[in-house]
T-cell receptor
Framework: AAGVIQSPRHLIKEKRETATLKCYPI?????VYWYQQGPGQDPQFLIS???????DKGSIPDRFSAQQFSDYHSELNMSSLELGDSALYFC?????????????FGPGTRLTVL | AQKITQTQPGMFVQEKEAVTLDCTYD???????LFWYKQPSSGEMIFLIYQGSYDEQNATEGRYSLNFQKARKSANLVISASQLGDSAMYFC???????????????FGRGTQLTVWP
């Protein structure tokens, strides 16, 4: 079965640089979520999109922005990177047609800011 | 305030034994969903089991079962016949559905690191 695809899997950036993380949801899933998991922490919700419209916003810094495109893939853009942005970034997708609407997570992008 | 509380930072269980991982939650919504995810050392998050707030029976999925006690606001995960491959971090999560929406974000607990020994 198709899963959520995230790219890149690993990313190393310098402080003040920018990064773009990509997410390809499971086909026919209508909702995409982004989460940030710091070292030894629980995942924290950043933002979500339903049918390409922003549906919810969490603790996402103003330096970050995200969007969902017509093909349903999503991108998380991060600017002026800080050391504290080093984390595992998950994208998840779900379908409102599913029995539980459970969120299926991608493998994550591990971002390291030096 | 923390919406999901997992009080066991680490648990140890011998292979083939059962283990219970604790989870309590806090919400004022009448409609909500409770989830358990497994995160192996490789990092991916794997969905295990779901319990809806209106479900009268405890959810079961293979060796996983959820002991749902609504009045106590607890949703403990029971893993029967533990296997070495069950060693991982386990997260309890909640989705609030106050307006009937199932699109809501997940709130996660801090996780329990389960170690299965031979």
């Amino acid at each position: 079965a198709a899963g959520v695809i995230q790219s890149p899997r690993h990313l190393i950036k310098e402080k003040r640089e920018t990064a773009t993380l990509k997410c390809y949801p499971i086909p026919r899933h209508d909702t995409v979520y982004w989460y940030q998991q710091g070292p030894g922490q629980d995942p924290q919700f950043l933002i979500s999109f339903y049918e390409k419209m922003q549906s919810d916003k969490g603790s996402i810094p103003d330096r970050f922005s995200a969007q969902q495109f017509s093909d349903y893939h999503s991108e998380l853009n991060m600017s002026s990177l800080e050391l504290g942005d080093s984390a595992l970034y998950f994208c998840a997708s779900s379908s409102t047609a599913g029995p539980y609407n459970e969120q299926f997570f991608g493998p994550g992008t591990r971002l390291t800011v030096l | 305030a923390q919406k999901i509380t997992q009080t066991q930072p680490g648990m140890f269980v011998q292979e083939k034994e059962a283990v219970t991982l604790d989870c309590t939650y806090d919400t004022s919504d009448q409609s909500y969903g409770l989830f358990w995810y497994k995160q192996p050392s490789s990092g991916e998050m794997i969905f295990l089991i779901y319990q809806g707030s209106y479900d009268e029976q405890n959810a079961t999925e293979g060796r996983y079962s959820l002991n749902f006690q609504k009045a106590r606001k607890s949703a403990n995960l029971v893993i029967s016949a533990s296997q070495l491959g069950d060693s991982a971090m386990y997260f309890c999560a909640m989705r609030e559905q106050g307006r009937g929406s199932t699109l809501g974000r997940l709130y996660f607990g801090r996780g329990t690191q389960l170690t299965v020994w031979p």
